[in-house]
């Protein structure tokens, strides 16, 4: 790109930071030194390719969305959170938000994942283990007692009973007076990665496209506010991928979804701000920092010039961000602090909108109260101490930053052009349906899995603790316990819950459901009405098991 060109740039950029609102905050260095918003090049420079670097604010959003950065808004502080039941939980999201926490994240158990009732044989010694257990939307009363909905930013990490779970959450939220159209937040939703990485589906993928296309037409007309769908590449990078393939595959589901609106007939200007993505930011400094900007510039170009996006919103990659879990070790397990310290500064550096930090006891158990406020607080020294919200995209024109940015990118752009290949219609959506079915996704992720581990193996890769300085002189951690009592409680509400509920009311709105299901018309009313008369998951998941059956992944050797 020509001086002139750069320069027109620029006068762009300062024009856009000049009306934008910006933080009322000190942004000068520790020492007092005053530090402009962002850098570029020399006035007079030409830069080859600049282009494809520009400003903050512009597309292709390479360095970021916002012309001011982190001086507009600082990313939001999301710490995921769930175990035991609703009541153990609220206390913990009370801790969270009384401490600085800028917004909710649910983290659900197992059988909740599952579409499962705490009661259901297959849940025991499961209920409350891994995240809180919720089985009607009674329990969503009690998660979220005292903490107003319409005010704070709610995040849901679950797929495959993701739809019925949201109508509880929507329950809760109406039951408390609230604005439903006023809501914000995230469900994840994403059944996509269910098949290629984590494995948590309850129907074949395109029943689940049907519910996850229904939520869509119903966010963008009721509630637009939220986003119904958050495209996860955490899970796909914590099964074992390079960054490459979590960033393709990633996006590549996102792209699906893109094709889902547009055969539902949806604008895609309307719905495509409604999806958001959810990215792993694991301890290879500046791979982790590359990857987030070619994220934002892959998925600009393609909406664009793919799907016809035209309104800048729609262009936004909007991401959220977890330190890498697969990165802790049960080894010096204080050391865990120091990685995910390092993988939250690059998610900044990446331009993450929000972001969680594990904690470091989380290889072990579910955090302590004391090892959450410790993960909570290392977001917060980065925000409040380093410096790094003064400027944005500071790595911007980095030659090793620029070049891997572009090498990620690159490769990204390869594994589109095999998804296609594999699809009978040039589509995505086709090649990643028959990926999954294939196994082809599973295959390359075991096989970098597989490559990784030999690196280990043969110390050609290190971890600290584990197979290099693995002497120590810490002692063992406390670590959190979730009482059997938990389950046994747990099973007692239910039971009483479905003793008081109107028990004609349930089975007229699941029949209701159920007719639904099989014709054409939207879904989600139904299926609020079952939770409004206290259906449970498992009931309402049972009831369209019935009509779709369910999906076994076929073996493979």
Same mark, same amino acid.
């Given at each position: ?50 282009? #494809? ?5 512009e597309f292709p959003y390479t *360095?970021?969305?916002?012309?001011t950065g982190y001086r507009g ?10 175990? %035991? ?6 206390? *913990? ?9 800028? %917004? ?65 959450y929507l329950v809760a939220a109406? #039951? ?44 963008? *007309?009721?509630?637009? *506010? ?38 539902? %007939? ?26 987030? #900007? ?121 594994? @589109? ?11 995505? +959506? ?10 082809? @996704? ?7 899995? @597989? ?18 300085? +693995? ?85 493979? @050797?």
């Amino acid at each position: 790109m020509d001086a002139a060109d750069i320069a027109a740039g620029r006068e762009r950029w300062q024009k856009r930071y000049d009306d934008a609102r910006k933080r009322d905050a000190d942004f000068t260095t520790l020492s007092g030194t005053s530090v402009d918003p962002v850098y570029g090049p020399a006035p007079g420079d030409a830069v080859q390719g600049f282009e #494809r670097i520009g400003w903050p604010g512009e597309f292709p959003y390479t *360095r970021g969305l916002y012309p001011t950065g982190y001086r507009g808004r600082t990313w939001t502080i999301r710490q995921f959170a769930g175990f %035991g039941n609703a009541q153990q939980t609220n206390e *913990r999201y009370k801790m969270i938000l009384a401490a600085g926490g800028g %917004g909710l994240s649910v983290a659900f158990d197992m059988p909740t994942l599952m579409g499962r009732d705490s009661d259901d044989p297959q849940s025991l010694g499961e209920v409350g283990h891994c995240g809180v257990a919720i089985d009607s939307a009674a329990d969503m009363d009690v998660l979220f007692d005292g903490i107003k909905l319409q005010d704070v930013t709610t995040s849901m990490t679950i797929s495959g009973p993701a739809v019925p779970v949201f109508c509880m959450y929507l329950v809760a939220a109406e #039951r408390q007076g609230a604005d439903l159209s006023r809501l914000d937040g995230t469900l994840q939703t994403d059944i996509f990665k269910e098949y290629i990485a984590q494995k948590e589906w309850l129907f074949a993928p395109e029943p689940h496209l049907r519910l996850i296309g229904d939520l869509m037409e119903y966010c963008a *007309r009721e509630i637009p *506010r939220y986003k119904p769908l958050s495209v996860s590449g955490y899970h796909i990078r914590e099964a074992g991928s390079t960054a490459a393939q979590e960033l393709a595959y990633t996006l590549a589901d996102g792209f699906g979804y893109v094709e889902l609106g547009l055969s539902r %007939g949806l604008d895609v200007n309307t719905f495509a701000p409604g999806l958001s993505f959810f990215f792993d930011a694991h301890v290879d400094f500046f791979e982790e920092i590359a990857k987030f #900007r070619a994220a934002r510039r892959i998925w600009a170009r393609h909406l664009r010039d793919e799907y016809g996006a035209t309104s800048e919103k729609a262009l936004w990659l909007k991401f959220h961000t977890q330190t890498a879990g697969v990165s802790l070790t049960a080894q010096q397990p204080v050391n865990n602090v120091v990685r995910t310290a390092v993988e939250a500064l690059a998610a900044v550096l990446g331009g993450t909108n929000s972001l969680h930090t594990n904690a470091l006891d989380e290889t072990l158990a579910l955090p302590t109260d004391e090892s959450a406020e410790i993960a909570l607080r290392t977001q917060q020294v980065l925000m409040e101490e380093t410096g790094v919200t003064n400027v944005a995209d500071p790595l911007g024109g980095s030659w090793y930053v620029e070049a891997l940015t572009d090498r990620i990118e690159a490769e990204a752009e390869e594994i @589109f052009a095999r998804i296609r290949d594999l699809g009978h219609d040039g589509t995505m +959506t086709s090649g990643i349906l028959r990926g999954i079915e294939d196994g082809w @996704f599973t295959a390359n992720i075991a096989e970098a899995a @597989f490559t990784y581990q030999q690196a280990l193996e043969k110390n050609e890769k290190k971890i600290v603790g584990v197979n290099v300085h +693995t002497g120590t002189v810490a002692k063992d951690l406390e670590i959190l316990r979730v009482s059997h009592e938990v389950e046994l409680e747990q099973r007692r509400g239910l039971a009483a819950r479905k003793d008081d509920r109107d028990r004609v009311r349930v089975e007229q709105a699941l029949a209701r459901l159920v007719e639904a299901a099989r014709g054409d018309e939207n879904m989600i009313p139904a299926m609020l009405d079952a939770a409004r008369a206290e259906a449970t998951l498992g009931e309402i998941c049972g009831a369209l098991k019935d009509v779709w059956g369910i999906y076994r992944e076929p073996a493979r @050797f």
